[in-house]
């Protein structure tokens, strides 16, 4: 028998097969690096005593470097009614915003004063404009919110007590725990009450001189019901020390001019100008949740803590980008200028039942074996746990659901769902202007059938 690992071909011969396919649309290094993965993996196979050929090689790197050109970051259709679905990149963004955030990817004012012709500050447009339209004094953007709350503890908390209810010390997600998070930048956790019931009077027994705040985080990924209690914001504002709110998802304002009505899936959501109404001095929020505008942790509050804040070291390692600034700029004249139009994920989850319902025949019409389905969208994003937003789908009948699936996401970048071994597409979270190429894409999977 001939030695098995003689079959095996140069990582040359394999890239300059792999160049056949993909050359023009990949760079050199992408090609040669799966080449080399699947020479080495062939030879160990054959070490092994295994058969290798060389035709298994080359069909090995090319699934590879397939896999790899599928996964680079491309844009997808999201049919899954979640609509901020934090593996999709969470909130879309608008055509005025990503106007602003190319517009502004170049050379900007950053931290340049144009008037002046003196330096600025990067704080002073974004911060200060989300600052105005939730009514605080004044606002600050760093990364993430986690990024945020890691400043605000940090900044006021180094050192001193830190007291939080038993019912809020939660995971977030992505193992951000925070009495993890608390121990990391150096403050001590005071926990007062029980999982499900915490009064003012147990935050006022732990109160003292060493404590540095009281710290309220929002439920956000889940919820309590029955025999529960949580003191309000208003109450805490009545002890001596300042009130920090972690809202989380960042519904800005509970009177938003779209949400005239307040739907039920938002019964639950503090809104950040009604936490400082109540008296909180700095909430903390998501920028890519409700907020609806690019990833970035938003502080706001009074005016002398966030001073501070800025003025802590961490702040500068965890500010963000000219572009992220410029795009949350862009959100926040849309909120002053009380224009849904410019927010995806408003215009979203406010689209009419009707509109849902009549784009959902549209679709059917052109599809055979396809019908309009009532689905559940939801917020997502880890937002409003157990709230589902009323909404309406496509549903279609395949043979093998798992596939179509793949197919759908591999061929067409369409995320959707099954029910009851059926495919099904829910339609608020796709822009309208998304529909023709959903149709196309799920006319080619009954094709293929
Ligand atoms: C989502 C969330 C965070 C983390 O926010 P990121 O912007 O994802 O870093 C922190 N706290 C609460 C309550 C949240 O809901």
């Known amino acids: 028998m001939s030695d098995p690992r003689r079959a095996i071909p140069s990582v040359e011969s394999v890239i300059q097969q792999l160049r056949i396919v993909f050359d023009h649309e990949l760079p050199h290094e992408f090609l040669a690096d799966s080449a080399r993965q699947s020479v080495s993996a062939a030879r160990a196979r054959a070490n092994a005593g295994e058969d290798v050929s060389s035709e298994a090689v080359v069909a090995d790197a090319m699934a590879q470097t397939q896999t790899r050109r599928h996964n680079l970051l491309k844009p997808v259709i999201n049919a899954t009614g979640i609509l901020l679905h934090t593996n999709l990149g969470r909130a879309p963004l608008g055509a005025t915003t990503i106007a602003a955030m190319t517009a502004n990817a170049h050379y900007t004012n950053l931290e340049f004063n144009i008037v002046e012709g003196t330096r600025g500050s990067r704080h002073d447009r974004a911060g200060d404009l989300l600052a105005m339209a939730c009514g605080a004094e004044a606002g600050l953007v760093v990364n993430n919110n986690a990024a945020a709350v890691v400043l605000v503890l940090a900044t006021m908390a180094r050192g001193r007590e830190v007291v939080v209810s038993r019912g ?15 121990a990391e930048t150096g403050a001590r956790l005071v926990e007062v009450g029980t999982t499900n019931r915490t009064r003012l009077g147990d935050y006022q027994n732990a109160v003292n001189a060493d404590t540095a705040m009281t710290l309220k985080i929002h439920a956000s990924n889940y919820r309590m019901i029955g025999f529960t209690e949580a003191t309000p914001i208003a109450e805490l504002a009545t002890l001596e020390v300042p009130v920090v709110v972690d ?15 307040r739907p039920d899936w938002l019964a639950d959501e503090p809104g950040v100008r009604q936490c400082l109404e109540a008296g909180a001095h700095v909430v903390t929020f998501s920028g890519d949740k409700l907020l609806g505008g690019p990833q970035a942790g938003i502080i706001v509050g009074r005016k002398d803590l966030i001073e501070v804040i800025k003025r802590h070291p961490l702040a500068r390692a965890l500010r963000c980008d000219k572009v992220t600034l410029a795009g949350l700029q862009a959100v926040a004249l849309a909120y002053l200028n009380r224009d849904v139009s410019s927010l995806p994920l408003w215009s979203m989850a406010t689209e009419p039942l009707d509109a849902l319902n009549e784009r959902a025949s549209r679709i059917c019409s052109r599809l055979a074996g396809s019908t309009v389905v009532i689905t559940e969208a939801a917020a997502g994003g880890g937002s409003l746990p157990g709230w589902t937003i009323p909404s309406r789908g496509v549903a279609l009948v395949v043979d093998n659901t798992a596939q179509a699936l ?21 339609l608020r979270s796709v822009d309208p202007s998304e529909d023709s190429r959903l149709v196309y894409a799920l006319q080619s999977i009954t094709n293929s059938q």
Not at 247 to 259: C, I, M, R
Not at 410 to 425: F, G, K, P, W
């Open 406 to 426: 793949r197919v759908l996401r591999i061929e067409h970048r369409v995320v959707a769902l099954t029910r009851d071994s059926h495919l099904v597409c829910d």
């Open 168 to 182: 809020e010390l939660v995971e977030i997600g992505g193992g951000f725990r925070v009495p993890e998070i608390l």
């Open 247 to 261: 809202a989380g998802s960042g519904l800005l304002d509970e009177q938003t001019p779209w949400l005239h009505q």
